[in-house]
């Protein structure tokens, strides 16, 4: 598994990492803890050495999964979570969002709850988790340094929604020379990553883009197909029939990515997903839901398979800008922000969903 770096912070992740999202929550299907363990186990085997998780993730569950089955791997591993939500005094509706805090207080003690959950003296990256960008002031920039001196941290990132904000707090991280911004970011929903990638590129900035979603939501790696029924609890339910269906025409008009036009192998429509994203210079690691081990087998290994040629990321390029030859609406405008589509007028690019 090769490596990159976040930034120019010095931390290193691998290109495949594990979302620790899956563990610890009910939201992507049930495990017991013995199971969750495993599949962070099994991850390293599979050379993944880049855990994300959140102190939101099962209200401290995930994290403290994640440090029971890694504090053994410590100084193989890195590590990351991210603050930002109250938790704590609020309950969870369902899938609803929680109250946000980032002011400077809240930042510094959600991290030492954190770390007391996780068992470590650090984390490797810290992330503020989907803050809006009129919270991120001077002061709770000054915090994020203070944390990083103090050596509880080693680099600072930013977590976007899309719905939630992510257009000027994408540009914000960047010009604030945050180490890394996470953001969904896949084939078919390009616009965060595109829009980050273009401000890193404008202002020559160190940044790293982190994609969350690979798979559009089950598309990509054809986990949800015709045949699939979702249950009222399953986290991509809320997306219409719609959305899928004019997804499920996209997948055949990528099926030549599985069938490299070189002679150095074949990748799954799944690895296939991942290396396009890889094959952008500014992503440094690429966090996919993983449900089953068998999953970790297969996109881990994407890192293995033949990176796309030039020829195949023009071709993707011509498909995205012709919406692949979908001409009929996928039902996501309600989906597309928190502000009716307000925050992307004057941008030259498409929408995208949660």
Do not use: C
């Not at 810290?126 to 509880?152: F, P, Y």
């Not at 055949?252 to 994203?277: C, K, N, V, Y």
């Not at 033949?306 to 001409?327: C, I, K, T, W």
Request: charged residues 30%; glycine residues 10%; hydrophobic residues 35%.
């Amino acid at each position: 598994m090769n490596q990159r770096e976040l930034g120019d912070s010095g931390v290193e992740v691998s290109e495949v990492g594990f979302g620790a999202w899956v563990v610890g929550t009910d939201w992507w299907g049930d495990r017991t803890r013995e199971q969750a363990v495993d599949m962070l186990h099994h991850a390293v085997d599979r050379g993944i050495t880049y855990f994300d998780t959140g102190d939101v993730y099962g209200h401290g569950d995930s994290e403290e999964l994640v440090g029971d089955a890694l504090g053994e791997y410590r100084d193989e591993v890195t590590i990351s979570t991210k603050v930002g939500y109250d938790f704590y005094n609020n309950p969870q509706a369902g899938h609803g969002e929680l109250p946000k805090r980032v002011d400077p207080e809240w930042v510094e003690t959600a991290l030492d709850r954190s770390l007391d959950r996780l068992d470590m003296e650090y984390v490797d990256h810290l992330m503020l988790h989907n803050a809006n960008v009129d919270e991120v002031d001077e002061d709770v920039l000054e915090t994020l340094d203070s944390l990083e001196e103090s050596g509880r941290v080693d680099s600072v990132g930013w977590a976007l929604g899309p719905s939630i904000g992510w257009l000027a707090e994408a540009e914000a991280a960047v010009e604030e020379g945050f180490d890394a911004v996470q953001l969904v970011f896949n084939v078919f929903e390009q616009t965060p990553g595109r829009h980050a990638i273009e401000a890193i590129r404008d202002l020559d900035a160190e940044t790293s883009v982190v994609p969350r979603v690979p798979h559009s939501s089950g598309l990509l790696n054809e986990q949800v197909t015709p045949e699939t029924e979702l249950g009222e609890g399953d986290h991509r339910a809320h997306r219409p029939d719609e959305w899928y269906e004019t997804g499920w025409e996209k997948v055949e008009a990528l099926r030549f990515l599985e069938d490299p036009d070189h002679a150095e192998g074949t990748r799954t429509m799944a690895q296939a997903s991942i290396r396009w994203l890889l094959g952008h210079d500014e992503v440094a690691s690429v966090t996919p839901t993983f449900r089953t081990t068998d999953d970790i087998d297969e996109w881990a290994g994407a890192a293995d398979v033949p990176p796309l040629s030039e020829a195949e990321m023009d071709r993707v390029e011509e498909l995205y800008q012709s919406n692949f030859g979908v001409d009929r609406d996928d039902g996501m405008d309600a989906l597309r922000s928190s502000v009716g589509g307000a925050d992307l007028e004057g941008v030259d690019e498409q929408a995208a969903g949660d």
